[in-house]
């Protein structure tokens, strides 16, 4: 049935869409009110701008290829867990919609310029940085800045214009590469990272783009956020010492940790990488704009004077357990790199972890570096690596460890089955983010909340539930760790909505970026697993099911009811 999806009176972004044409170096300012009415802000509204103004067929990595930046209506209180943008557009890692979330102090500089969103399209003829100001856009080109890094790059923005790091999106090298996994860059060591977006950014010959205002819009947010912030200021919770990587010794005590690419999934090192070992290197707090949560993990070793942000679960498992590496100073070295030149640093790691297992030199640190270098760079095998696992296992002789071309997280799928169904269909690939489900499967939470985590089937209707509140949570934009202080009538008091309508908002953003995949030829064959999980296909077809979806593909009397006319 089609999904009339007119919400009335829900909180949502304001402010018009600037489409910046880079061909042209020209801008336009677009009302897009109604569909911030059907698709709230970030995630959802990035999902309908890049499906209706996209053509199918387009080049990720071609003028036609569209890059959305916003954020949702949250961006403007002073709630904890809301120091947070999306990204949106099409993918030259998974060749499908995707879209990428960061943290950092971005987002409320982002609506200091009174727009709600803005989107690059085309292609610069000079690598330039865009300007956007609530006074006026403005391009400048810097083929100096050819090759600069993300802190040389951020050094120039800060020094000759006066913009810090916390107002910029910057790509490295890796970015101007086209590297199929670099990331967007801001506050320098947050990343946009999932999916490739930097290549696209670097695609459109744009190094970087600068947010500066006293523009924000006035939206009215409950109280409810006061409450919220409270708890989160006050509770005792380990990620606060510990961010996601506290999870590493309960993943490795259910043999569900990935190590040495993939072919073993217990690691006898996790000693040397796990929440432990980076508390120790944390030397003070960090956090996103507005969140007293502060999971963030700014680390530093005195002795080497490595210092970077992390390493989170996913980096820890990529450059340590799946590299057969188990000194935690080796991984932060690793993840530095990646920020320094602009790399998403889980698939950077499981690409030369790839390599590693090709090349039987797992534990070889010197190597690792060397080959982040050489792939940001696209240097000798580094340009090899730079297409990603999916597209250069046959050449390295290994497995394919990928879903849709995007490269596994480290919540394992051969233990937590939902996961693993998880992985398979969802439309970003294997990445753990675009359900959270192994929040549910791991012995963690309260037992009426948990699931066993053996077997994929009798979970869709559970999974779809998490698919659109993450995509609901992307669009709000609220932040996935919120998750132990939100609740459906803290999602309806914040958002002035009922829970039922909001996820709906979650599920019309999922059925358009399916959508817009099976245009460009994604269907059943693709939602699939290197391995196997008991019951995984019986599971994929109860999700199909629930769906209301074909064979994998979306039948067009199931897309939501198009009430707005949004093409380019
Ligand atoms: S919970 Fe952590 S990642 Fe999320 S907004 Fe707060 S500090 Fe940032």
């Known amino acids: 049935m089609r999904d009339a999806g007119l919400i009335l009176a829900m909180l949502h972004s304001v402010g018009p869409l600037l489409t910046v044409d880079l061909s042209a170096a020209e801008t336009a300012e677009t009302n897009i009110d109604e569909i911030y009415e059907q698709y709230l802000g970030g995630r959802g509204v990035g999902t309908k701008l890049v499906h209706d103004r996209v053509p199918f067929d387009a080049d990720p990595l071609g003028p036609e290829n569209r890059l959305v930046f916003n954020t949702g209506p949250m961006q403007v209180s002073n709630m904890s867990f809301t120091g947070r943008m999306n990204c949106t557009g099409v993918s030259p890692l998974t060749d499908g919609l995707v879209s990428s ?263 070889n640190t010197e190597l690792i570096h060397e080959l982040v270098e050489k792939t940001a760079l696209r240097e000798g095998v580094g340009d090899t690596l730079a297409e990603g696992i999916d597209r250069v296992h046959d050449e390295l002789g290994v497995e394919n460890w990928s879903v849709k071309g995007m490269d596994f997280a480290a919540h394992e799928g051969r233990v937590l089955h939902g996961q693993g169904l998880s992985y398979a269909v969802s439309n970003r690939g294997a990445d753990h983010m675009y359900a959270t489900f192994y929040s549910v499967e791991y012995p963690l939470v309260p037992e009426e909340e948990a699931l066993d985590p053996h077997g994929a089937t009798g979970k869709a209707d559970r999974l779809i539930e998490r698919e659109n509140l993450m995509a609901l949570c992307d669009s709000g934009v609220v932040c996935k760790f919120s998750r132990d202080y939100m609740s459906p009538e803290r999602f309806e008091a914040l958002f002035g909505a009922d829970f039922e309508e909001l996820l709906a908002v979650g599920g019309r953003t999922v059925t358009l970026e399916r959508h817009f995949n099976n245009q460009r030829g994604f269907d059943d064959s693709d939602d699939r697993l290197p391995y196997d999980v008991p019951g995984l296909q019986e599971g994929i077809e109860e999700y199909y099911d629930a769906r209301g979806w074909e064979r994998g593909v979306v039948p067009e009397d199931a897309l939501p009811e198009d009430t707005t006319s949004t093409t380019a």
Request: glycine residues 12%; contains cysteine.
């Open 101 to 363: 979330n960061a943290g950092g102090f971005m987002s409320r500089n982002f609506a200091d310029t009174g727009y709600g969103a803005i989107e690059l399209t085309g292609v610069a003829d000079e690598l330039t940085i865009v300007h956007v100001r609530d006074d006026g856009i403005e391009f400048e080109t810097v083929p100096d800045l050819a090759g600069a890094t993300v802190p040389e790059t951020v050094e120039y923005l800060e020094s000759e214009h006066g913009v810090d790091s916390d107002q910029t999106a910057v790509i490295g090298p890796a970015g101007e590469n086209e590297v199929r996994f670099a990331s967007i860059m801001t506050t320098e060591e947050r990343a946009f990272g999932r999916g490739g977006l930097g290549a696209v950014m670097g695609s459109k010959n744009v190094k970087a783009i600068t947010v500066e205002g006293d523009s924000r819009p006035e939206i009215e947010i409950s109280a409810t956020q006061m409450e919220i912030h409270r708890e989160a200021a006050t509770d005792d919770h380990i990620m606060k010492e510990q961010g996601t990587v506290a999870v590493m010794d309960l993943a490795n005590e259910m043999d569900g940790l990935p190590s040495y690419y993939f072919s073993e999934q217990h690691f006898d090192g996790a000693d040397g990488i796990n929440g432990s070992a980076v508390a120790e290197k944390k030397y003070k707090k960090g956090t996103c704009s507005a969140c007293a949560f502060a999971c963030k993990l700014p680390t530093r070793d005195e002795e080497s004077g490595v210092e970077t942000e992390g390493p989170e679960f996913e980096v820890a498992m990529a450059f340590g357990s799946n590299s057969g590496v188990d000194d935690i100073v080796e991984v932060m070295k690793s993840n530095e790199l990646c920020d320094r030149y602009g790399l998403d640093a889980i698939s950077a790691g499981n690409t030369v972890a790839a390599y590693l297992a090709s090349e039987d030199e797992f534990g």
